[in-house]
């Protein structure tokens, strides 16, 4: 049959969050689970990466899991990484590539 772990808000949405920090450091802590609400952020510094609250449902996941969907949701949202856009449209006076 079929299998969501999207998770959904059954209560009111509190006046004050709170913040939580885990610092990923081994593989192990990549199988870590975490219950993400879809009124929760996600900040990673070390990627310069921010998704403010509501940019992902909420779901129940690994912490692996969770960068995956974020991934994927900015891979899919992305214009310029589809279509005519995907494709190098110029190369260099000698052939080569831009970089």
């Keep these: ?3 969501s772990n999207e998770v959904k ?3 009111a ?3 004050f969050g709170t913040k939580m920090i885990l610092s990923v450091t081994t593989s192990d802590d990549l199988a870590r689970e975490v219950l993400k609400s879809d009124t929760a952020g996600i900040r990673i510094p070390e990627l310069d990466l921010t998704l403010e609250e ?3 449902d909420g ?3 690994t912490v692996e899991g969770l960068v995956n969907k974020m991934h994927e949701r900015l891979r899919l949202a992305n214009p310029f990484g589809s279509g005519d856009a995907a494709t ?3 190369l260099t006076n000698d052939g ?3 970089s």
């Design 1 to 3: 049959g079929f299998k």
């Design 9 to 11: 808000c059954g209560g």
């Design 13 to 15: 949405i509190p006046r």
């Design 54 to 56: 509501g940019g992902l």
């Design 59 to 61: 779901l129940y996941t």
């Design 88 to 90: 190098k449209q110029h």
């Design 96 to 98: 080569t590539e831009f």
